[in-house]
């Protein structure tokens, strides 16, 4: 191997593409929230970026599996492991899925699709797509969304192990794979530690 492939073999440390706040906010302001469509279309972005469920997780997010609440929490069983786990809901993404689901009045699905079956992931991903598009970011796909919640979540707590939890992911090292890049909270604490000491 020369130098310069050995250069370039060279990857950096980065996390999956996520959206900015600024984007994060841009996106939630898509939906027409007039509309019954619009406050379906929040409610189920609104669950995907701020609730960190999987497009699967979210489209077939079932009445009886929300806790209605303040805080008010939804039990997800992951459909790769079969463990349950409970994530707790965000105040603006609890706001969007109540309004959802005094529109719709759901009797199972709480995003039914046209046969009373859960939407299907295709339009499910068509929906997250259309939104991702209006702000410019089209090139993300719909799981960019719960990577940006979960990103949020590792950048604010400085805890991989809080975003493993709201994850359902099996282990640490799972969860540190992808969002390792923004755990740096450790890394600034250690340079401050030095900064003082040195001066």
């Given amino acids: 191997m020369t130098k310069t492939q050995a250069r370039t073999a060279v990857r950096t440390l980065q996390g999956p593409a996520v959206l900015r706040p600024k984007e994060t906010k841009a996106l939630l302001a898509v939906p027409d929230r007039r509309t019954r469509q619009g406050k379906r279309d929040l409610a189920l972005i609104s669950l995907m970026v701020l609730g960190c469920l999987r497009a699967t997780e979210a489209r077939r997010l079932t009445v009886d599996n929300i806790e209605w609440g303040e ?78 919640g979960l990103s949020t979540i590792v950048r604010k707590t400085g805890s991989i192990y809080v975003a493993m939890r709201v994850a359902g992911h099996s282990s640490p090292t799972v969860t540190a794979r992808s969002y390792a890049a923004w755990d740096t909270q450790d890394a600034d604490r250690a340079a401050k530690a030095i900064d003082e000491v040195i001066g």
């Fill in 71 to 148: 805080p008010t929490r939804i039990m997800i069983r992951s459909l790769k492991s079969g463990r349950h786990r409970t994530v707790t809901l965000p105040r603006q993404a609890q706001r969007a899925l109540k309004a959802w689901i005094d529109a719709s009045r759901p009797t199972l699905y709480v995003f039914p699709g046209k046969y009373g079956d859960a939407l299907s992931l295709r339009e499910t991903q068509r929906i997250v797509k259309g939104a991702l598009g209006r702000i410019g970011r089209g090139e993300l796909r719909a799981h960019s969304l719960r990577h940006t």
